[in-house]
T-cell receptor
Framework: DAGVIQSPRHEVTEMGQEVTLRCKPI?????LFWYRQTMMRGLELLIY????????DSGMPEDRFSAKMPNASFSTLKIQPSEPRDSAVYFC??????????????FGAGSRLTVL | AQRVTQPEKLLSVFKGAPVELKCNYS??????LFWYVQYSRQRLQLLLR??SRESIKGFTADLNKGETSFHLKKPFAQEEDSAMYYC???????????????FGKGTHLIIQP
């Protein structure tokens, strides 16, 4: 397995533009997480899904952020409109409660977003 | 709400010296604690978890419920240990599942030659 795959790796956009980040979890993992990493706040959980259903989105900062998981192999995180303060590295991670490695998160390489 | 505190943003030690990265948590229940590591240009990955009670790459961490701590230790640091280290907490749940982890802000460990 290629692990958790995220795209794009880097995104530079202008304030007000829509940004879509993509994630493909590890096959067979039924949990998917979106995290945001900044220098000031560290790693923050934005939202997570179980079996494609959003379970906890209390970390989503504002209505400008939305996430979907239309099927077990794909999720998107969308920011519309984007603002400079959204600049961060966005990580996707997946896990499975089953053994081995129960509840251990496997992270993607991250998407570095810069909003000018 | 649960919280994870890593008091040191940066820790620099010489090769061969002992290392201790501090982690304190606040949570009213019985949490599951983890250490994740991110080496330069690599992905964030699991280093160890308290329920495994094992040593990984010479690192150990003991959960101290009285002091609500989960400090990461290694007796003799090596240059390849230089990385960002994150302590993380998962709320304990008898029903299983995989609630999102709460991370500390991380400690940048630098091992000097």
């Amino acid at each position: 397995d290629a692990g958790v795959i995220q795209s794009p790796r880097h995104e530079v956009t202008e304030m007000g533009q829509e940004v879509t980040l993509r994630c493909k979890p590890i096959s067979g993992h039924d949990y998917l997480f979106w995290y945001r990493q900044t220098m000031m706040r560290g790693l923050e959980l934005l939202i997570y899904f179980n079996n494609n259903v959003p379970i906890d989105d209390s970390g989503m900062p504002e209505d400008r952020f939305s996430a979907k998981m239309p099927n077990a192999s794909f999720s998107t995180l969308k920011i519309q409109p984007s603002e400079p303060r959204d600049s961060a590295v966005y990580f996707c991670a997946s896990s499975s409660p089953g053994s081995p490695g129960a509840n251990v998160l496997t992270f993607g390489a991250g998407s570095r977003l810069t909003v000018l | 709400a649960q919280r994870v505190t890593q008091p040191e943003k940066l820790l620099s030690v010489f090769k061969g010296a002992p290392v201790e990265l501090k982690c304190n948590y606040s949570y009213s229940g019985s949490p599951e604690l983890f250490w994740y590591v991110q080496y330069s240009r690599q992905r964030l990955q699991l280093l160890l978890r308290h329920i495994s009670r094992e040593s990984i790459k010479g690192f150990t961490a003991d959960l101290n419920k009285g002091e609500t701590s989960f400090h990461l230790k290694k007796p003799f640091a090596q240059e390849e240990d230089s990385a960002m280290y994150y302590c993380a907490l998962r709320k304990g749940s008898s029903g299983g599942g995989a609630d999102g982890l709460t991370f500390g802000k991380g400690t940048h460990l630098i091992i000097q030659p």
